[in-house]
């Protein structure tokens, strides 16, 4: 069995994991103590993990079932595997703090994060507990924010105009059709642990529904700029092969975009999670 040994990387969330090698199949007990640790740090970083497509697709189905994206390219030969491919040409999206696919009514438990490609330099992705965040939040502002549910819309992120007159408009059209605005509580509990922590994100959140618009706005605006304050954040510097697991369902993420003109490709298996409560 693996020697698996967890290294902290910050008070608020992660840990780097060695002494197992993803390219293997794992046994029961190693896959129980990575199961322990993603509840424990939030994000697991991996380093030096060559997995191919089919290896990644294959540990990610071992927590759940897959997500396929509606409108990312993905691997043809594993469409569970979605590839974010960003250059001069195809300019980044994700450059915002946000909580994956949170626009559907079982966002994701996590996502695995695989470096295929990097850039010289830059192309950082910083990491925020929205646990972290929630505690830091007097009680006062605890009370205020149970029991508020926000809208979360596909649109806001993927917005038409990145779409219009290119060989994916259809395909961005069908997206759009297929999932209307969805509601999520603002603060959500985690379903294995316990803990709460705010899950509205800039990238899909786009209202508070009992409150009015301007009010909506301005208490979002300091939501969003709570959750990514440095004490509660993480930021990873990539290395080819390098993986990253994290729980989708207490954390945010931002996708430095400071390498363009140069290339990142990034390979993302996603495993759906249940509804927030």
């Known amino acids: 069995m693996s020697q698996l040994h967890f290294q902290p990387l910050s008070p608020a969330l992660g840990a780097l994991v060695q002494?197992?090698?993803?390219?293997?199949?794992?046994?029961?007990?190693?896959?129980?103590?990575?199961?322990?640790?993603?509840?424990?740090?939030?994000?697991?970083?991996?380093?030096n993990q060559p997995l191919t497509p089919r290896q990644q697709r294959d540990f990610a189905a071992r927590f759940g079932d897959l997500h396929?994206?509606?409108?990312?390219?993905?691997?043809?030969?594993?469409?569970?595997?979605?590839?974010?491919?960003?250059?001069?040409?195809?300019?980044?999206?994700?450059d915002n703090w946000?909580?994956?696919?949170?626009?559907?009514?079982?966002?994701?438990?996590?996502?695995?994060?695989?470096?295929?490609?990097?850039?010289?330099?830059?192309?950082?992705?910083l990491w925020s507990s929205s646990a972290a965040a929630y505690d830091a939040l007097s009680p006062a502002f605890k009370t205020l924010?149970?029991?508020?549910?926000?809208?979360?819309?596909?649109?806001?992120?993927?917005q038409e105009w990145r779409f219009k007159g290119t060989d994916h408009y259809e395909r961005?059209?069908?997206?759009?059709d297929d999932h209307p605005t969805v509601v999520h509580p603002v603060v959500r509990t985690h379903?294995?642990?316990?803990?709460?922590?705010?899950?509205?994100?800039?990238?899909?959140?786009?209202?508070?529904?009992?409150?009015?618009?301007?009010?909506?706005?301005?208490?979002?605006a300091f939501l969003f700029t709570h959750a990514a304050r440095p004490e509660?954040?993480?930021r990873w510097r990539w290395k080819q092969y390098d993986l990253a697991f994290w729980d989708n369902r207490i954390t945010q993420h931002y996708a430095v975009a400071d390498y363009l003109p140069a290339r990142r490709i990034m390979h993302r298996a996603?495993?759906?999670g249940d509804k927030p409560f």
């Open 172 to 176: 961005w059209k069908k997206a759009r």
């Open 68 to 94: 396929v994206h509606p409108v990312y390219p993905n691997v043809p030969e594993q469409p569970e595997i979605m590839v974010l491919d960003t250059h001069a040409d195809n300019l980044p999206d994700n």
């Open 232 to 234: 509660f954040t993480i």
């Open 191 to 220: 379903p294995v642990s316990g803990r709460k922590g705010l899950f509205v994100n800039e990238g899909f959140t786009s209202r508070i529904r009992e409150l009015s618009q301007k009010e909506s706005d301005a208490l979002l």
């Open 270 to 272: 996603t495993i759906l």
């Open 19 to 47: 002494g197992v090698d993803l390219t293997s199949k794992l046994d029961n007990a190693v896959f129980g103590q990575l199961q322990q640790a993603l509840l424990d740090y939030q994000i697991l970083f991996f380093e």
């Open 98 to 125: 946000h909580t994956d696919v949170t626009f559907i009514d079982t966002p994701p438990l996590g996502a695995i994060l695989s470096a295929r490609e990097l850039p010289p330099v830059g192309g950082d992705t």
């Open 145 to 158: 924010l149970d029991g508020l549910t926000a809208e979360h819309e596909f649109t806001k992120s993927f």
